[in-house]
């Protein structure tokens, strides 16, 4: 389930019987102690809390939402450095590339993404024995590693964040559509798209398509475009968008 999803801040939360992991605190800890109240949680409740990367979009309820549970951040070291300065040392943990952590039944492997923040991760998280959940957003395009580590899970949180003629033709500066657009940005739906397919071939049965562009991009473009390019595999995948400023539907996997 997502809480927000979009450069105004983005935050998730993944849970089964008896472990609560929130992933990002892009959005104010407020309105993350009242999306956990609404499916019977509270931030003392939650077990680990993962960052992708230190952009403020995903960071901003940290400092605060840290007062309200004693769950650790765990973070890559970029980002732990990143952050650090605005969170307890003490609290925030680093997990390096391909490592993996614990929490009650669940597995959590992080890999590298390529975005203009130091030490940018994704992670997957599963199940002992069950589902798999990837988080594949913010990064400049689907690089090996991200195959590597993606490919094969039940389900993914996947950016599609902009459609590239609406990036062109729109209202950005040249250089932040030149960022937006390049190696190091965000993947546009035609990128998104053609992951998509890869992940359905290998198996994932949900994707929700998260941090769309309010200004480059909307719901339905977006969703069009990623089931265009799943083609025949469309018939097998729940195609789903995540909400920019509100929760998402609970996706059961």
């Given amino acids: 389930m997502t809480f927000a999803s979009g450069s105004g801040?983005?935050?998730?939360?993944?849970?089964?019987a008896g472990t609560r992991i929130l992933v990002d605190a892009g959005i104010s800890a407020t309105r993350i102690t009242a999306a956990l109240a609404a499916v019977g949680a509270v931030p003392a409740a939650l077990d680990a809390v993962l960052v992708t990367h230190g952009h403020t979009d995903h960071t901003a309820g940290l400092p605060i939402l840290l007062k309200r549970t004693s769950a650790q951040v765990w973070t890559s070291g970029g980002t732990a450095s990143e952050i650090c300065p605005k969170c307890p040392e003490d609290r925030v943990r680093v997990?390096?590339?391909?490592?993996?952590?614990?929490?009650?039944?669940?597995?959590v492997r992080s890999f590298e993404t390529p975005h203009d923040s130091a030490g940018s991760t994704g992670f997957v998280i599963s199940e002992d024995g069950g589902a798999s959940l990837a988080f594949v957003t913010d990064l400049g395009r689907v690089?090996?590693?991200?195959?590597?580590?993606a490919l094969g899970v039940s389900a993914a949180i996947l950016e599609s964040n902009h459609d590239l003629d609406m990036l062109r033709a729109g209202p950005y500066p040249w250089p932040l559509k030149r960022r937006v657009?390049?190696?190091?940005?965000?993947?546009?739906?035609?990128?998104?798209g053609q992951f998509a397919r890869e992940l359905a071939e290998a198996g994932a049965k949900c994707?929700?398509?998260?941090h769309l562009s309010e200004t480059?991009?909307?719901?339905e473009t977006a969703r069009r475009a990623v089931a265009a390019a799943l083609g025949d595999a469309a018939g097998s995948v729940t195609l789903s968008v995540a909400p920019a400023g509100e929760c998402s539907e609970i996706f059961e996997i």
């Fill in 207 to 210: 994707l929700l398509l998260a």
């Fill in 9 to 16: 801040g983005n935050s998730a939360l993944v849970w089964n």
């Fill in 216 to 219: 480059n991009n909307t719901p």
């Fill in 181 to 192: 657009g390049g190696d190091f940005g965000h993947l546009s739906n035609e990128a998104a």
């Fill in 95 to 107: 997990i390096a590339p391909g490592s993996a952590l614990r929490f009650g039944t669940m597995t």
């Fill in 143 to 149: 690089t090996a590693e991200v195959r590597r580590a």
